[in-house]
């Protein structure tokens, strides 16, 4: 079974930009959760969409946004970006909600912002 | 509210010593708790876990018992590998609670290495 994917791997956006990065959960799961993992705040959430709702949300600013598809796939949007949201952005599949199973986590998407 | 404080690394071990990772947490209830690890360029793997008070997680030599009495989750492996250096992160999700945030809560990590 393949694992979870995340694209693109690494990504360079100027100040001010937005971008978009995409996960794809492991076949047959639902739940989709984001996180931020950066050397001086570790490991924060972002937000967890299950069957297409948004179920939970991190301390994070209106900039950062998500959605999740009727297949599962699910995107995340940073608009307006700025030096501090360069991070290792990290997506995790479950089956059910997040904590009541385990979740899997894709390699990441390595985002700098110049 | 829900956190988890695990000891500051580095630990830098040699081969075949002894492993312990100190995890306590605060919550609520009762969490489940988690020991994920990273390897350099990848995501978070699952190690092990444990859903309730006294359960042991073990997986690949690594062990780590839930303790209520003293809010604890500490990871121990008897034997380390060059192959087991990776950052360690110990991680709880709270209880589902309509009212509150249920998103997992993880530590900073700790990253071993483990010189041959």
């Known amino acids: 079974k393949a694992g979870v994917t995340q694209t693109p791997r690494y990504l360079i956006k100027t100040r001010g930009q937005q971008v978009t990065l995409s996960c794809s959960p492991i076949?047959?799961?639902?739940?989709v959760s984001w996180y931020q993992q950066t050397p001086g705040q570790g490991l924060q959430f972002l937000f967890e969409?299950?069957?297409?709702?948004?179920?939970n949300k991190g301390n994070f600013p209106g900039r950062f946004s998500g959605r999740q598809f009727s297949n599962s796939r699910s995107e995340m949007n940073v608009s307006t970006l700025e030096l501090g949201d360069s991070a290792l952005y990290l997506c995790?599949?479950?089956?059910?909600?997040?904590?009541?199973?385990?979740?899997?986590f894709g390699p990441g998407t390595r985002l700098t912002v110049t | 509210g829900n956190s988890v404080t695990q000891m500051e690394g580095p630990v830098t071990l040699s081969e075949e010593a002894f492993l312990t990772i100190n995890c306590t947490y605060t919550?609520?209830?009762?969490?489940?708790l988690f020991w994920y690890v990273q390897y350099p360029g990848e995501g978070l793997q699952l190690l092990l876990k444990a859903t309730k008070a006294d359960d042991k997680g073990s997986n690949k030599g690594f062990e780590a018992t839930y303790r209520k009495e003293t809010t604890s989750f500490h990871l121990e492996k008897g034997s380390v590998q060059v192959s087991d250096s990776a950052v360690y992160f110990c991680?709880?999700?709270?209880?589902?609670?309509?009212?509150?945030?249920?998103?997992?809560?993880f530590g900073a990590g700790t990253r071993l290495t483990v010189k041959p």
């Open positions: 969409y299950f069957s297409e709702t948004q179920r």
């Open positions: 995790a599949s479950s089956l059910a909600l997040a904590g009541v199973g385990e979740q899997y």
């Open positions: 991680a709880l999700s709270p209880p589902r609670d309509p009212y509150n945030n249920n998103d997992m809560r």
């Open positions: 919550a609520t209830g009762y969490p489940s």
């Open positions: 076949s047959g799961h639902r739940s």
